[in-house]
């Protein structure tokens, strides 16, 4: 017997030896990496570990501890649908080398995606397989019956994938072990019977996920007279994103078992019927008019309730007061964000003791937090934000123990910030950002679990030392963001108990050099000190920190750009997939030197502001390297020199350019064509040179912002830049342009409606200097909304366009200081949003039209130095614009306010300008003539009746001497 044993372990170690290599069956691994051969594309890098033999231990795949068989093969996706795209393996086909891999039990595909080709019909080999998982994997054609020979299959997941269409169900019903059923998006309303198979000729089936397969009461008109339907065991069913409408679906009160059912993003109006075993329900996004419409409140046993996204109007009832719908109710979660309810939160929520999460937010709520909250003693998760709540905080927020997730913000909330919120000892996220609180920096040393505090836009004030963070070692996020009467004062040697990710300080105030406390987060991604008046040169420490935003604006920083963050050093620290710095911003500050090329190994950089400091030297021709660089803003320095060529490769990406006030010269490269996304292009206050290039127009298609402002182009304004509806604001002032101004400004889409929508991706200070009303100003947070067109200051000639006074959303129109001759357009009143309207220094005549006078906004007004005549029209906004200066230099213009005054024979003129008087010379004359000719012929008629018949002759001269006579 020993023998035996001895021969038998001899002959398992040969066969183990031959054919597993390092723990892995040689067929097995090279069926793998024939899979990874067959992979196109992976950009996540996930089979980088399928190399040598141990292919047991490479990522994605599992063995059998005792066979040593590959049992797993584990490639599941991210399931966000704005991410699985790009980190999905890609493929032409399913490769069918895995048939080799007859031990699997749990194959997951999931992160690979297959080209639209067919599920292979060797995944019917795979009969040990007790999961499959294909979701969004690419597949289409028909759901093949072989998968009914898997009588293992625990789960069988095929959804998203809207190419697949199943023609018949009944094989589904082989599969006895089936627990779970995923067939979103998947088309199954063609096959005949797919309720019955469904719902329960599955014996096993638990849980069954039908979202967007484009299903409604139709298909169900019959299925609840089926008395089979209660033998189902289902507990979990989605009918999410399908096309119920109307009334609830009447078989689902037949599903007995049922408890946990999702019919979001439908077409519902009617009252929810009483599911007895239903704990959890998502109705978010459906068509109920208001909460009393869903009768809600009779479902005792609820457990979860989602109503969130339906934007239901009126006030927001909660539960009956005295019990006469439930005596006690089960609701753990009420998830009733994003509505329109008004009113107060209903005190008788205090009645719903055993809730967990309350989410109010997003609505019009008013009134203030009522002290019944402070009830739900139960609550781990408040959201009361962006609502209109005023009053206080109330104390009694305090007796929520359990809470653990706080979110206030966004309402006008003032007073203290309760000492009882340091009560809370398992908060772990509190938020009450943009708000009216005062008063002292609130107490967190007691919340020892805080991960997120967020207390930005209030009105916070006093002094905040170390002593305030004594006990907070959790915290991973701080915001302190505009609260500008904090002051931080805090000892340089000072060692935080936290690591933190994000730290945001801006316009609260430290008065000091760089805090040198920072050089002990390790873990810093996010720094925002900007205006809190730090000063001195970097610290050269910042170099070693793995900071991918940081903020050091309107402060007193000085010294050259030399210990910026390292973005070797970011890599080194950061595990994949690390990002490296993507948003540099130092405006205005006192740094001086050239920009440091280091700037260029950014390369995952977005946004790069280094306006308004004392920077020096050429633009860095490595800059155009930076591929990745969304916006550019080197705005009021010293540079100098040429672009060069290089800046043209940054092409789509680039959508916001500043080059503001600088000591550029030479002409544009035409590279620039290349950045066909920008929305801003601001060259101006240097020394470029040539002409204006077509290409501005012929390629820009989103450019909403246009300023060369005092520069030297000459030669005309190119008619191509008629081709950008976008555009909002066109500043060519003070350059030496030719030729006249082109008619077809008037395609100018968004200076003709009141548009204001405009969006640039990032976090960074949009601004723009413009002349407006004779000031220049920095525009900002209105930006978007300023629309102008400046040309003053060159030398262009003709009439101005009557086309112009179709841009009925300009703001502000400047044409001063050119050779304009003709009249101003008699409709100029039509531009009713016209704000600021100068024409001085031309040789513009005629008289100014009465429609000037309905311009009811505007409030900056020059006409002076023209040749302008007659009398100034009045009117109600123009009885506002009392200053002579505005009309000085016109020597015929009379009437208020000048002191000339008016002839009582000159008139207003209410009629054309002198291209209509041109227009309408011919219609006049024909006027004229016929009434002429008119008169004639009547004249001549009488006399000819007076010759040819007597008796009218007498009787005619009897009545003229008779009337003569009668005066005399």
Same mark, same amino acid.
């Given at each position: 017997?020993?023998?035996?044993?001895?021969?038998?372990?001899?002959?398992?170690?040969?066969?183990?030896?031959?054919?597993?290599?390092?723990?892995?069956?040689?067929?097995?691994?090279?069926?793998?990496?024939?899979?990874?051969?067959?992979?196109?594309?992976?950009?996540?890098?996930?089979?980088?570990?399928?190399?040598?033999?141990?292919?047991?231990?490479?990522?994605?795949?599992?063995?059998?501890?005792?066979?040593?068989?590959?049992?797993?093969?584990?490639?599941?996706?991210?399931?966000?649908?704005?991410?699985?795209?790009?980190?999905?393996?890609?493929?032409?086909?399913?490769?069918?080398?895995?048939?080799?891999?007859?031990?699997?039990?749990?194959?997951?595909?999931?992160?690979?995606?297959?080209?639209?080709?067919?599920?292979?019909?060797?995944?019917?080999?795979?009969?040990?397989?007790?999961?499959?998982?294909?979701?969004?994997?690419?597949?289409?054609?028909?759901?093949?019956?072989?998968?009914?020979?898997?009588?293992?299959?625990?789960?069988?997941?095929?959804?998203?994938?809207?190419?697949?269409?199943?023609?018949?169900?009944?094989?589904?019903?082989?599969?006895?072990?089936?627990?779970?059923?995923?067939?979103?998006?998947?088309?199954?309303?063609?096959?005949?019977?797919?309720?019955?198979?469904?719902?329960?000729?599955?014996?096993?089936?638990?849980?069954?996920?039908?979202?967007?397969?484009?299903?409604?009461?139709?298909?169900?008109?019959?299925?609840?007279?089926?008395?089979?339907?209660?033998?189902?065991?289902?507990?979990?069913?989605?009918?999410?994103?399908?096309?119920?409408?109307?009334?609830?679906?009447?078989?689902?009160?037949? +599903?007995?078992?049922?408890?946990?059912?999702?019919?979001?993003?439908?077409?519902?109006?009617?009252?929810?019927?009483?599911?007895?075993?239903?704990?959890?329900?998502?109705?978010?996004?459906?068509?109920?008019?208001?909460?009393?419409?869903?009768?809600?409140?009779?479902?005792?046993?609820?457990?979860?309730?989602?109503?969130?996204?339906?934007?239901?109007?009126?006030?927001?009832?909660?539960?009956?007061?005295?019990?006469?719908?439930?005596?006690?109710?089960?609701?753990?979660?009420?998830?009733?964000?994003?509505?329109?309810?008004?009113?107060?939160?209903?005190?008788?929520?205090?009645?719903?003791?055993?809730?967990?999460?309350?989410?109010?937010?997003?609505?019009?709520?008013?009134?203030?937090?009522?002290?019944?909250?402070?009830?739900?003693?139960?609550?781990?998760?408040?959201?009361?934000?962006?609502?209109?709540?005023?009053?206080?905080?109330?104390?009694?927020?305090?007796?929520?123990?359990?809470?653990?997730?706080?979110?206030?913000?966004?309402?006008?909330?003032?007073?203290?910030?309760?000492?009882?919120?340091?009560?809370?000892?398992?908060?772990?996220?509190?938020?009450?950002?943009?708000?009216?609180?005062?008063?002292?920096?609130?107490?967190?040393?007691?919340?020892?679990?805080?991960?997120?505090?967020?207390?930005?836009?209030?009105?916070?004030?006093?002094?905040?030392?170390?002593?305030?963070?004594?006990?907070?070692?959790?915290?991973?996020?701080?915001?302190?963001?505009?609260? $500008?009467?904090?002051?931080?004062?805090?000892?340089?040697?000072?060692?935080?108990?936290?690591?933190?990710?994000?730290?945001?300080?801006?316009?609260?105030?430290?008065?000091?050099?760089?805090?040198?406390?920072?050089?002990?987060?390790?873990?810093?991604?996010?720094?925002?000190?900007?205006?809190?008046?730090?000063?001195?040169?970097?610290?050269?420490?910042?170099?070693?920190?793995?900071?991918?935003?940081?903020?050091?604006?309107?402060?007193?920083?000085?010294?050259?750009?030399?210990?910026?963050?390292?973005?070797?050093?970011?890599?080194?620290?950061?595990?994949?997939?690390?990002?490296?710095?993507?948003?540099?911003?130092?405006?205005?500050?006192?740094?001086?030197?050239?920009?440091?090329?280091?700037?260029?190994?950014?390369?995952?950089?977005?946004?790069?502001?280094?306006?308004?400091?004392?920077?020096?030297?050429?633009?860095?021709?490595?800059?155009?390297?930076?591929?990745?660089?969304?916006?550019?803003?080197?705005?009021?320095?010293?540079?100098?020199?040429?672009?060069?060529?290089?800046?043209?490769?940054?092409?789509?990406?680039?959508?916001?350019?500043?080059?503001?006030?600088?000591?550029?010269?030479?002409?544009?490269?035409?590279?620039?064509?290349?950045?066909?996304?920008?929305?801003?292009?601001?060259?101006?206050?240097?020394?470029? $040179?040539?002409?204006?290039?077509?290409?501005?127009?012929?390629?820009?298609?989103?450019?909403?912002?246009?300023?060369?402002?005092?520069?030297?182009?000459?030669?005309?304004?190119?008619?191509?830049?008629?081709?950008?509806?976008?555009?909002?604001?066109?500043?060519?002032?003070?350059?030496?342009?030719?030729?006249?101004?082109?008619?077809?400004?008037?395609?100018?889409?968004?200076?003709?409606?009141?548009?204001?929508?405009?969006?640039?991706?990032?976090?960074?200070?949009?601004?723009?200097?413009?002349?407006?009303?004779?000031?220049?100003?920095?525009?900002?947070?209105?930006?978007?909304?300023?629309?102008?067109?400046?040309?003053?200051?060159?030398?262009?000639?003709?009439?101005?366009?009557?086309?112009?006074?179709?841009?009925?959303?300009?703001?502000?129109?400047?044409?001063?200081?050119?050779?304009?001759?003709?009249?101003?357009?008699?409709?100029?009143?039509?531009?009713?949003?016209?704000?600021?309207?100068?024409?001085?220094?031309?040789?513009?005549?005629?008289?100014?039209?009465?429609?000037?006078?309905?311009?009811?906004?505007?409030?900056?007004?020059?006409?002076?130095?023209?040749? +302008?005549?007659?009398?100034?029209?009045?009117?109600?906004?123009?009885?506002?614009?009392?200053?002579?200066?505005?009309?000085?230099?016109?020597?015929? +213009?009379?009437?208020?306010?000048?002191?000339?005054?008016?002839?009582?024979?000159?008139?207003?003129?209410?009629?054309?300008?002198?291209?209509?008087?041109?227009?309408?010379?011919?219609?006049?004359?024909?006027?004229?003539?016929?009434?002429?000719?008119?008169?004639?012929?009547?004249?001549?008629?009488?006399?000819?009746?007076?010759?040819?018949?007597?008796?009218?002759?007498?009787?005619?001269?009897?009545?003229?001497?008779?009337?003569?006579?009668?005066?005399?």
């Amino acid at each position: 017997m020993k023998k035996l044993w001895v021969v038998r372990f001899f002959l398992f170690f040969t066969f183990a030896n031959t054919n597993l290599t390092s723990g892995c069956f040689e067929h097995e691994r090279k069926a793998l990496l024939r899979f990874k051969c067959s992979i196109v594309s992976d950009p996540s890098g996930r089979l980088s570990s399928w190399q040598g033999n141990k292919c047991c231990h490479w990522q994605g795949v599992g063995c059998d501890n005792a066979t040593g068989h590959v049992t797993r093969l584990d490639l599941e996706g991210d399931r966000s649908f704005l991410t699985r795209r790009y980190t999905k393996l890609k493929g032409n086909e399913l490769n069918s080398c895995l048939a080799e891999l007859s031990h699997l039990s749990y194959m997951d595909l999931s992160g690979a995606y297959f080209g639209g080709s067919p599920i292979p019909e060797f995944i019917g080999s795979l009969t040990q397989l007790r999961y499959l998982i294909l979701y969004s994997a690419g597949f289409s054609g028909m759901v093949p019956h072989f998968i009914g020979n898997l009588s293992n299959l625990h789960l069988l997941d095929l959804g998203e994938m809207d190419l697949l269409v199943v023609d018949d169900f009944t094989w589904f019903s082989d599969l006895l072990s089936l627990t779970y059923l995923d067939l979103s998006r998947v088309s199954i309303v063609k096959a005949p019977n797919f309720d019955k198979v469904l719902l329960y000729m599955i014996p096993s089936l638990i849980e069954l996920r039908l979202s967007g397969c484009d299903l409604s009461n139709s298909h169900f008109y019959r299925t609840h007279l089926d008395p089979n339907l209660t033998l189902s065991i289902i507990q979990k069913l989605d009918l999410s994103s399908n096309s119920f409408q109307g009334e609830f679906p009447l078989f689902l009160q037949n +599903l007995t078992s049922l408890r946990g059912l999702d019919l979001s993003t439908n077409e519902l109006n009617s009252s929810v019927p009483v599911m007895k075993k239903v704990v959890d329900l998502n109705l978010r996004q459906n068509n109920f008019k208001s909460i009393e419409d869903t009768r809600v409140w009779r479902l005792c046993q609820l457990k979860r309730l989602d109503l969130s996204f339906i934007f239901m109007e009126g006030g927001f009832t909660g539960p009956s007061t005295n019990g006469s719908e439930c005596a006690q109710y089960a609701l753990e979660a009420l998830i009733l964000d994003e509505n329109n309810f008004g009113g107060q939160i209903p005190k008788s929520l205090g009645r719903l003791t055993a809730l967990r999460e309350l989410n109010l937010a997003g609505n019009d709520l008013t009134g203030t937090i009522p002290e019944a909250l402070g009830n739900l003693t139960s609550l781990r998760v408040l959201y009361l934000c962006e609502n209109t709540l005023t009053g206080s905080i109330p104390m009694s927020i305090g007796n929520m123990l359990l809470l653990q997730t706080l979110d206030l913000s966004s309402n006008q909330l003032n007073g203290a910030i309760p000492l009882s919120l340091g009560n809370l000892s398992e908060l772990t996220v509190l938020y009450i950002s943009d708000n009216f609180l005062q008063g002292p920096f609130p107490a967190i040393g007691q919340l020892s679990k805080l991960d997120s505090l967020d207390i930005s836009n209030n009105s916070l004030s006093g002094v905040v030392t170390e002593a305030h963070f004594s006990n907070t070692s959790m915290l991973k996020y701080f915001d302190a963001n505009s609260n $500008y009467r904090l002051r931080f004062k805090i000892s340089p040697d000072w060692k935080p108990p936290f690591k933190i990710g994000g730290f945001a300080l801006q316009s609260c105030k430290i008065e000091s050099e760089f805090p040198s406390w920072i050089r002990t987060q390790t873990s810093l991604r996010k720094l925002i000190l900007s205006n809190t008046s730090i000063s001195g040169p970097l610290p050269y420490w910042l170099r070693e920190l793995p900071i991918t935003m940081l903020d050091l604006s309107h402060n007193f920083l000085n010294g050259p750009l030399t210990n910026l963050p390292s973005n070797q050093i970011i890599k080194h620290k950061l595990k994949p997939p690390y990002r490296a710095i993507h948003s540099l911003l130092l405006k205005n500050n006192l740094f001086n030197g050239s920009i440091p090329d280091s700037v260029c190994n950014y390369t995952d950089l977005l946004i790069l502001d280094l306006s308004g400091n004392m920077l020096s030297g050429g633009f860095p021709d490595c800059l155009g390297n930076v591929r990745s660089l969304n916006v550019l803003i080197l705005s009021s320095n010293r540079l100098s020199g040429v672009i060069p060529n290089s800046l043209g490769n940054l092409g789509s990406s680039l959508q916001w350019l500043a080059l503001n006030n600088n000591s550029f010269h030479g002409e544009l490269p035409k590279t620039l064509a290349n950045c066909t996304s920008l929305a801003l292009l601001d060259l101006g206050e240097n020394m470029f $040179y040539g002409s204006i290039p077509k290409w501005i127009g012929e390629y820009m298609d989103l450019l909403s912002f246009l300023r060369l402002h005092k520069n030297s182009f000459t030669g005309p304004i190119p008619v191509e830049l008629c081709e950008r509806p976008r555009l909002q604001i066109m500043d060519l002032g003070e350059n030496k342009l030719t030729g006249t101004i082109p008619r077809c400004f008037q395609n100018f889409g968004k200076m003709t409606e009141d548009d204001y929508s405009f969006f640039i991706p990032g976090y960074f200070e949009q601004s723009l200097i413009q002349i407006m009303k004779g000031v220049a100003r920095e525009y900002t947070m209105t930006l978007k909304y300023v629309v102008d067109i400046e040309l003053s200051s060159n030398k262009l000639v003709g009439e101005i366009p009557k086309e112009l006074v179709l841009l009925s959303g300009l703001l502000s129109l400047n044409l001063s200081n050119n050779h304009l001759t003709g009249r101003i357009p008699d409709r100029i009143g039509d531009m009713n949003s016209l704000e600021s309207l100068d024409l001085s220094i031309n040789h513009l005549s005629g008289m100014i039209p009465q429609s000037l006078s309905a311009l009811t906004f505007l409030s900056h007004l020059n006409l002076s130095h023209n040749n +302008l005549s007659g009398r100034i029209p009045t009117g109600s906004q123009l009885q506002t614009l009392t200053d002579p200066s505005i009309y000085a230099a016109n020597n015929e +213009l009379c009437g208020s306010p000048l002191p000339i005054n008016c002839n009582h024979h000159e008139v207003l003129e209410t009629g054309r300008n002198a291209e209509e008087d041109e227009d309408n010379d011919g219609d006049e004359k024909i006027w004229i003539y016929g009434a002429t000719g008119g008169f004639t012929t009547g004249c001549m008629g009488i006399v000819a009746i007076l010759v040819l018949k007597n008796r009218w002759r007498l009787a005619f001269f009897k009545f003229v001497g008779y009337y003569i006579g009668k005066k005399l």
